[in-house]
């Protein structure tokens, strides 16, 4: 009797790590009938994706969940940091292992381990029980060359010129000059969340070891959106297998019940759709980044000046942990007269909606992928870690937006450069001669193309599962 495949899939519990794992996990129900997937991730996140209306169990019937304590069951925040990595290492190694073990002894083993990364632990963990496995890449394959290569010959190139955001260097696989400050941040090694570079050096030196159990990266990117980057680190075998996000509504209907970690309003859906098509701002800096007051007070005012109708999310207080700085906007009154503000919503499900315009953004990855995938422009609002990378490759490369420029003294955003820039994306101006807005719809075709049967995408996929 032949055996179905099973797949376990490791994430780091943030939400820019589950949602594209989870649709990586229903993914793979799709493409491999039958197939036994499991999701590893912490307490705290699990009970947060399903304490709520419309959350990932209504989503996921297919996908079964093995949640573990990693010691933050209550209280993890980003700001635990090192501590929280080393002790998700510590825990997630004998869960994981124990789920791995049970396999064996049931006769039906795993067939691949697929895990985020920052968890690079879980390869050595799988081939000590003899499990293929495969890392899971969720930011552009041009941040992964970047990354890589500061750790072949760039590092002490970085540090030199570290106090010089303008100096420029080359990366092979990147067609782009890229400046200090296009960087992501955690090569900026004078910053405190230093650590990172040692979890994303450790990440390199495993995948290159000679007895490594995998050497494969997949990869939330497509071929045609980076060609030259995919296939730059010729030792490793990066393999786009992207955009993991639902790309038809229509078919993925189950996908847009609800945020994974917040229950949403339905009202802002309804006050969208009494808009006119590509009329809306919908201005949104994920799930982390938090702006200043003064900024806050910056992107008011451009709002209000622009005068378009507008979506802003405005993560609740609590969720910002900040105490001391009272965030009541000072027009909020005349904010809501003109646009709506919410404290969480279904981003995908705004962005598939005919009334966007355009989408001002912190420029994360997942954002990004969706922003494509939906055909909205892009005003980039970059904060830290590869976002100024992804802001510079959406604004320079891929011609779907442009970039907000800060204020050289104080590095506030003015509104004028806000207006500016929201003028030029939603009223239809050319950056460089491009159009963006039709530059944006190309991309959202290109999306469909490598993601449906016989696309580039989808035939990676399907060409990784029959290794295994």
């Keep these: 009797m032949v055996q179905l495949p099973r797949f376990l899939v490791l994430a780091f519990p943030v939400q820019g790590c589950i949602n594209p794992s989870l649709n990586l996990a229903k993914t793979l129900t799709r493409l491999v009938p039958g197939a036994q997937v499991t999701f590893v991730t912490s307490v705290h996140a699990h009970r947060l994706m399903t304490m709520n209306k419309g959350s990932?169990?209504?989503?996921?019937?297919s996908v079964s969940f093995a949640p573990?304590?990693?010691?933050?069951?209550?209280?993890?925040?980003?700001?635990?940091?090192?501590?929280?990595?080393?002790?998700?290492?510590?825990?997630?190694?004998?869960?994981?292992?124990?789920?791995?073990?049970?396999?064996?002894?049931?006769?039906r083993p795993y067939t691949c381990l697929v895990y985020t990364f920052l968890l690079s632990w879980a390869a050595d963990l799988a081939a000590e029980h003899n499990v293929p496995a495969a890392m899971f890449w969720?930011?552009?394959?041009?941040?992964?060359?970047?990354?890589?290569?500061?750790?072949?010959?760039?590092?002490?190139?970085?540090?030199?010129?570290?106090?010089n955001p303008s100096f420029s260097l080359s990366f092979p696989g990147v067609p782009l000059a890229i400046t200090i400050k296009d960087l992501p941040s955690f090569m900026d090694e004078s910053t405190a969340n230093t650590y990172f570079i040692r979890f994303y050096q450790e990440m390199f030196e495993d995948l290159e070891k000679e007895n490594t159990n995998t050497k494969i990266v997949l990869a939330n990117t497509f071929d045609e959106l980076e060609p030259e980057a995919i296939r730059a680190t010729g030792k490793l075998n990066l393999i786009g297998i992207g955009p993991l996000v639902p790309a038809d509504q229509a078919e993925n209907k189950s996908l847009f019940q609800g945020d994974l970690f917040k229950e949403s309003s339905r009202d802002y859906i309804d006050w969208l759709n009494t808009k006119p098509k590509t009329t809306v701002v919908y201005v949104?800096?994920?799930?982390?980044?938090?702006?200043?007051?003064?900024?806050m007070e910056e992107m008011a005012k451009a709002l209000l000046e622009f005068g378009r109708p507008f979506l802003w999310v405005i993560r609740e207080k609590s969720d910002q942990g900040d105490d001391e700085e009272d965030d009541e906007l000072s027009c909020r009154e005349e904010l809501e007269k003109l646009g709506m503000i919410v404290p969480w919503c279904s981003q995908m499900e705004v962005l598939s909606n005919e009334s966007i315009g355009c989408f001002v953004s912190h420029c994360g990855w997942n954002s990004t992928l969706e922003s494509l995938a939906s055909?909205?422009?892009?005003?980039?609002?970059?904060?830290?870690?590869?976002?100024?990378?992804?802001?510079?490759?959406?604004?320079?490369?891929?011609?779907?937006?442009?970039?907000?420029?800060?204020?050289?003294?104080?590095?506030?955003?003015?509104?004028?450069?806000?207006?500016?820039?929201?003028?030029?994306?939603?009223?239809?101006?050319?950056?460089?001669?491009?159009?963006?807005?039709?530059n944006a719809k190309k991309w959202q075709n290109l999306v469909k193309e490598a993601t449906r049967e016989g696309g580039s995408s989808k035939k990676n996929f399907m060409a990784f599962l029959k290794t295994l």
């Design 138 to 163: 969720m930011q552009p394959a041009t941040v992964f060359n970047i990354y890589y290569y500061y750790f072949h010959g760039h590092r002490e190139i970085v540090r030199d010129n570290s106090k």
């Design 56 to 61: 990932s169990s209504s989503g996921y019937d």
């Design 375 to 438: 055909g909205v422009p892009v005003v980039g609002f970059p904060q830290w870690v590869e976002q100024g990378t992804n802001a510079k490759l959406i604004e320079e490369m891929w011609k779907t937006g442009v970039r907000l420029k800060p204020n050289d003294e104080d590095g506030i955003v003015k509104s004028e450069e806000i207006k500016r820039c929201l003028e030029l994306v939603l009223l239809g101006g050319k950056e460089n001669g491009v159009e963006i807005v039709k």
């Design 284 to 295: 949104s800096f994920g799930s982390i980044s938090v702006l200043s007051k003064q900024q």
């Design 68 to 107: 573990f304590s990693d010691g933050f069951d209550d209280n993890f925040t980003p700001v635990n940091g090192e501590r929280h990595l080393e002790e998700f290492r510590r825990r997630g190694w004998q869960a994981v292992g124990e789920i791995l073990e049970s396999g064996r002894k049931e006769g």
